[in-house]
């Protein structure tokens, strides 16, 4: 029978813990949890020793389209997302046209309802044509149809501007999800200004340049009292900027991604596969990160999946393009590299990647009883290498290459379709 399933013997999440139990899905919604839970012409999945997770949410992708579809598309880029075990993601506005206008939000949500495998909210842009400066759009006319308002890859340089963005955001239901970058700090800054950048010749990015934007936006939250978000955080300052306003009672949060989780400047090599914006920082800012992990500070893991072309990401780190890809590894390496070493635990993963950004979002609450059947199977014994040709996304830029892990996606299922099934999952 179509969408239904018993997902039978797993590790399953439920109201915050791991319990042995069979998952019921029909009619493209889950229908019970609970042992011998099921319908009996249900496909079955024999689940023992996976985990069964609410699917993984990304509030942070770049697919592209319309506009870039060279370097990824809303087909590629959400295969790429259901591989990795996400049954939700985010598209962020740096496209052509850039969402500014009901208008031009229409070419992006045509190319969605075509062609997306799992569920993609976009975001509206806060200033006309994506600019960072310049006019603000009409926030209340997008607002039904995305999930918050960014200009990232730019920040918002006027302090004016931003304030009034706030205002009028406010009202919307929705928040002010900020790239922060201060454009006059840059000084031509392509990777950390640490001890690689100044032994191997290169322009730096200050750590100021992002934290000094962030201290600012938290001013005017003070001020306005609007919803804000703060994009890909990589300082130890940024992170106790925002640690302060959280305790303050301030309506922020905040996500960081994997790569400055698990990297640092000093595994910085001359190949465009380690360049994005911000950049891979020091070591005290990768500590002060987990410290936010730990602490809750940071509430949830983005990938910023920005797929570009090999020639674009073909010319060392200071002329190739800013940008690396994560869906399809994301899990599998927070997974190997920090829970099985003891630094966070799976629950915590859990809530990281899917919990808090269904919350901080207002996406659907996840793996229950009458919610939609987005659901996520992980073997989480199953060992493989970290091969970038074999990526269903069109990019191929990541640092990872090469690394073994474990956690590996089984089948993702996006309201009980399956938008991804491993060629070694067990059927019944």
């Known amino acids: 029978m179509e969408n239904t399933w018993i997902l039978k013997g797993g590790r399953v999440w439920s109201e915050g813990r791991f319990t042995e139990s069979d998952v019921a899905i029909a009619k493209g919604r889950v229908t019970a949890i609970g042992s011998g ?30 506009g870039f579809t060279a370097k990824e598309t809303v087909a590629t880029g959400t295969a790429a997302a259901a591989r990795g075990g996400y049954t939700t993601v985010c598209a962020m506005p740096n496209l052509n046209p850039a969402p500014d206008s009901p208008e031009h939000l229409e070419r992006e949500l045509e190319a969605i309802r075509r062609d997306a495998r799992v569920r993609v909210v976009p975001y509206g842009t806060i200033t006309r044509g994506q600019k960072g400066r310049g006019e603000l759009i009409d926030f209340g006319a997008l607002a039904p149809q995305v999930a918050g308002f960014s200009d990232d890859g730019r920040g918002v340089q006027e302090e004016a501007l931003m304030r009034e963005a706030m205002l009028r955001v406010k009202g919307t239901g929705r928040k002010i999800v900020a790239h922060c970058e201060a454009d006059e700090l840059l000084r031509g800054g392509y990777i950390h200004d640490g001890d690689y950048c100044r032994a191997h010749g290169h322009r730096g990015i200050s750590s100021e340049s992002e934290w000094r934007q962030v201290e600012r936006d938290l001013k005017l939250v003070r001020e306005t009292g609007c919803p804000y978000h703060v994009c890909h955080v990589s300082t130890r300052e940024s992170v106790e900027l925002i640690r302060a306003a959280k305790a303050e009672g301030l309506p922020v949060s905040c996500e960081t991604a994997p790569h400055y989780l698990l990297l640092t400047d000093a595994d910085l090599k001359e190949e465009g596969r380690f360049k994005m914006n911000p950049p891979i920082r020091s070591a005290a800012d990768r500590l002060e990160l987990l410290n936010g992990l730990a602490d809750g500070t940071i509430e949830a893991i983005a990938t910023d999946h920005a797929p570009h072309t090999a020639e674009e990401k073909s010319r060392g780190l200071a002329g190739s393009a800013m940008g690396i890809v994560g869906l399809e590894c994301a899990f599998p390496l927070l997974y190997t590299y920090l829970v099985r070493r003891g630094v966070i635990s799976l629950e915590r993963l859990v809530e990281l990647m899917s919990d808090n950004p269904r919350r901080l979002f207002g996406f659907a609450p996840g793996l229950a009883v009458g919610e939609p059947a987005d659901v996520t199977v992980f073997d989480p014994e199953r060992i493989c290498e970290i091969d970038p040709e074999t990526f269903l996304s069109k990019g191929r830029a990541t640092p990872f290459a090469g690394w073994r892990v474990s956690g590996c996606t089984l089948l993702t299922l996006v309201g009980g379709r399956a938008a991804y099934q491993d060629e070694k999952l067990k059927l019944k």
């Open 37 to 66: 839970a099921g319908a009996a012409d249900a496909r079955t999945v024999d689940c023992r020793g996976c985990y069964v997770l609410p699917g993984l949410v990304d509030v942070h992708v770049h697919l592209r389209e319309p």
